[in-house]
Every structure is written in structure tokens, then in C-alpha cells.
């Protein structure tokens, strides 16, 4: 079935530390990838996105992903951790061919220790 | 309007009561996609109105859940007979054009319990 895969339920990094958020697709076609940040009692926020073209975007706060169509992943990094980004971390797709609705993965819960 | 609104933001009801959640998207989407996220879950889809065709249903748990988006604006997620594991946020969104995968805006939220 198709899905998208976030295999860290939660993650903890030090402040200052750099950091991977690992996100899966099984779609066949092309998707349409995103990743969002929900911090506590707030709404959801559109990091970045990948469309086409460059497979390295840049996003808000100082955030990156990297599309490798080879592996079916769409990995989030930052190079250093302040204690705000601790929040929850969506990956979600696109996938035109099936419905163009967007799914999301489980959810990373990444905390920040000083 | 500026963003995503829904309403109430907070709902507490009995079980086996109707409830009525509403979404106002944001003027001109024409996207507009519901979602359940409960306790430690993540977001799991419900139902997604593209346009003028026929929505996709496919993610409504049961059919206690139904859904209508009228005018192709301000859509109304009713649940019927509400069960204690109907609890849980009810996150509305919307998007410019349809089904090309640009930035979806989320509105803050219903949250429901079920008492």
C-alpha cells in the first residue's frame, strides 16, 4: 500500500547539534513532498517543499531536505538545533496519480536538551 | 479571510449527541481537506473536496462521518452518535489550486471530547 514512512517516533538532540529527521515513500509515481512543524498548542507550518528541479530545497528557520529518488526519501537536516525547534515534524506527499490528496506520516517528536 | 478559521475550538459532548464542526477556508482555494489527530497519532486524512468534483471519502472511519463543502467554500464535518474514540483534534485545511500540490494552510482546530 502506498504510504509515507517516518521511522522515529521521537528524537532527541542537544542544543547546537545538528539534526536528521528521516522521512520514506512507497509511491511508484513522482510525488510532491513536504514537510511541516507542529510546535505545542499551535497549528501546522509549512517548512519546505519539493516540487522539481534542484533535489536540495531550503525552508524556513534555517531548515533543508533532500529529495533521493533513488531511495524514496525526502530527509529534513539542520545544522544546528536552537531549544525552539523542539516540536512535532510531519513529512507529507502528493501523489497526482493517486487522488492528489496529502498524506501525511506518523510524526517525529524531536526534543531539544540544553 | 486571512486564514483558516474553524469553529468551535473547543467542543465537549455526550456520547451518542450529533456534532457539528465547521471550516472556513481561506477566499479562493479551492482544496480543502479534513483531518483527525488524536492523542500521540498523527494526522490521519478523512475526506478532501477538489474543486467541482466529487470528493474523496475514502479516509472517513465510519459512515456515522459525513461531510459537505457548500458553494465550494465553508465546509461542515458531521458526525453522527458520537463515540468516545471520536476524540480527538479535527485540523481543517485548504490549498490554492487543485490537486497540484502546493502549500496546503491549516486552520488551529477543533478539539472534541466525547464525555
Known amino acids: 500500500a502506498q504510504s509515507v514512512t517516518q521511522p522515529d517516533i521521537h528524537i532527541t538532540v542537544s542544543e547546537g547539534a545538528s539534526l536528521e529527521l528521516r522521512c520514506n515513500y512507497s509511491?511508484?509515481?513522482?510525488?510532491?513532498l513536504f514537510w511541516y512543524v507542529q510546535s505545542p498548542g499551535q497549528g501546522l507550518q509549512l517548512l519546505l517543499k519539493?516540487?522539481?528541479?534542484?533535489?536540495l530545497v531550503q525552508g524556513i528557520k534555517g531548515f533543508e531536505a533532500e529529495f533521493k529518488r533513488s531511495q524514496s526519501s525526502f530527509n529534513l537536516r539542520k545544522p544546528s538545533v536552537h531549544w525552539s525547534d523542539a516540536a512535532e515534524y510531519f513529512c507529507?506527499?502528493?501523489?497526482?496519480?493517486?487522488?492528489?490528496?496529502?498524506?501525511f506520516g506518523a510524526g517525529t517528536i524531536l526534543r531539544v536538551k540544553s | 479571510g486571512a486564514g483558516v478559521s474553524q469553529s468551535p475550538s473547543n467542543k465537549v459532548t455526550e456520547k451518542g449527541k450529533d456534532v457539528e464542526l465547521r471550516c472556513d477556508p481561506i477566499?479562493?482555494?479551492?482544496?480543502l481537506y479534513w483531518y483527525r489527530q488524536s492523542l500521540g497519532q498523527g494526522l490521519e486524512f478523512l475526506i478532501y473536496?477538489?474543486?467541482?468534483?466529487?470528493?474523496?471519502k475514502s479516509g472517513l472511519p465510519s459512515d456515522r462521518f459525513s461531510a459537505e463543502r457548500t458553494g465550494g467554500s465553508v465546509s461542515t464535518l458531521t458526525i453522527q452518535r458520537t463515540q468516545q474514540e471520536d476524540s480527538a483534534v479535527y485540523l481543517c485545511?485548504?490549498?490554492?489550486?487543485?490537486?497540484?500540490?502546493?502549500?496546503?494552510?491549516f486552520g488551529q482546530g477543533t478539539r472534541l471530547t466525547v464525555v
Open positions: 485545511a485548504s490549498s490554492l489550486v487543485e490537486g497540484i500540490g502546493t502549500e496546503a494552510f
Open positions: 509511491y511508484g509515481a513522482t510525488p510532491y
Open positions: 519539493y516540487f522539481s528541479g534542484d533535489t
Open positions: 507529507a506527499v502528493v501523489v497526482m496519480e493517486y487522488g492528489n490528496k496529502l498524506v
Open positions: 477566499s479562493g482555494h479551492t482544496a
Open positions: 473536496f477538489q474543486g467541482n468534483s466529487a470528493p474523496d
